[in-house]
């Protein structure tokens, strides 16, 4: 059984900086596409960014490209989120989560994805 331990998330002023960070346990990291979804209050959870198991591979919500930065450390078992240049409507709590089929590139639904952190709340104000 894989746990993900979210932190790093805070109460931040708009246009700061914050990184997340995952630490996993309980299985194989390396063999895990990690991804970073969010969800603001009466919204639905939507993807962030996504990382492959070997780090070589990223992706990004439209929202985000170019602010945020997904990295790996697989000798460390934990998957990291820079978010720069943060907005309020960046606001909402954001979960780490492993794909075991990581033959297949970082993905975006998150139906796509075997464990789930229980999430770190991010507060940007204006």
């Known amino acids: 059984q894989v746990q993900l331990v979210e932190s790093g998330g805070g109460l931040v002023q708009a246009g700061g900086s914050l990184r997340l960070s995952c630490a996993a346990s309980?299985?194989?990291?390396?063999?895990?596409?990690m991804g970073w979804f969010r969800q603001a209050p009466g919204k639905e959870r939507e993807f962030v960014a996504g990382v492959s198991w070997s780090g070589g591979t990223t992706n990004y919500a439209g929202s985000v490209k170019g602010r945020f930065t997904i990295s790996r450390d697989n000798a460390k078992n934990t998957v990291y989120l820079q978010m720069n240049s943060l907005k309020p409507e960046d606001t909402a709590v954001y979960y780490c989560?492993?794909?075991?089929?990581?033959?297949?590139?970082?993905?975006?639904?998150?139906?796509?994805?075997?464990?789930w952190g229980q999430g770190t709340q991010v507060t940007v104000s204006s």
């Open positions: 989560a492993a794909d075991m089929n990581y033959s297949a590139g970082p993905a975006r639904p998150a139906t796509r994805y075997d464990y």
């Open positions: 309980g299985g194989t990291f390396s063999r895990y596409n």
